[in-house]
């Protein structure tokens, strides 16, 4: 085979679109981790009602849907946790599905729930949908609605 101009070229332009298309799936699936992982951490600040966590983890704006159809703004939600209102005992997260969309995400998953609701026992398991929002660099739930499945 020779290399002619042509050949080298359409080489080189092959190499640098595999390049920017597998950086490209690669940063998606780096901000995909991000998100998993800011979803595992407001978990985890619901269990420990940690005020401080829950407050960063979620947006000024949030809108937070219960299953039962309450919806709380971000005070009402931080609050109702760290004055103990709810004690989330466990909170197990099962089949998350992601989609990306630019500073945008989606999050599906099905959770069970143990929590003490006004010192009365809880059990539940859910669908949940969150929207989470990149903000300052930082992943910040701004939706979350749960439904009976």
Same mark, same amino acid.
Do not use: C
């Given at each position: 085979?020779?290399?002619?101009?042509?050949?080298?070229?359409?080489?080189?332009?092959?190499?640098?679109? *595999?390049?920017?298309?597998?950086?490209?799936?690669?940063? +998606?699936?780096?901000?995909?981790?991000?998100?998993?992982?800011?979803?595992?951490?407001?978990?985890? *600040?619901?269990?420990?009602?940690?005020?401080?966590?829950?407050?960063?983890?979620?947006?000024?704006?949030?809108?937070?849907?219960?299953?039962?159809?309450?919806?709380?703004?971000?005070?009402?939600? &931080?609050?109702?946790?760290?004055?103990? +209102?709810?004690?989330?005992?466990?909170?197990?997260?099962?089949?998350?599905?992601?989609?990306?969309?630019?500073?945008? *995400?989606? &999050?599906?998953?099905?959770?069970?729930?143990?929590?003490?609701?006004?010192?009365?026992?809880?059990?539940?398991?859910?669908?949940?949908?969150? &929207?989470?929002?990149?903000?300052?660099?930082?992943?910040?739930?701004?939706?979350?609605?749960?439904?009976?499945?």
């Amino acid at each position: 085979m020779s290399f002619n101009r042509r050949v080298v070229t359409f080489a080189g332009v092959l190499t640098f679109a *595999a390049s920017t298309r597998s950086s490209r799936l690669f940063a +998606q699936s780096n901000d995909e981790a991000a998100v998993l992982a800011a979803v595992e951490a407001l978990s985890k *600040a619901m269990l420990a009602a940690d005020r401080a966590q829950l407050e960063a983890l979620v947006a000024e704006q949030l809108s937070y849907g219960h299953s039962g159809g309450t919806i709380q703004t971000k005070t009402q939600f &931080v609050d109702v946790i760290a004055n103990k +209102q709810t004690i989330y005992k466990s909170i197990v997260i099962a089949e998350p599905m992601t989609v990306l969309a630019g500073n945008d *995400a989606i &999050v599906r998953h099905v959770a069970a729930v143990e929590a003490d609701v006004d010192a009365k026992p809880v059990s539940a398991k859910i669908g949940v949908l969150q &929207v989470w929002i990149k903000q300052d660099g930082r992943w910040k739930l701004l939706a979350r609605q749960a439904f009976k499945s």
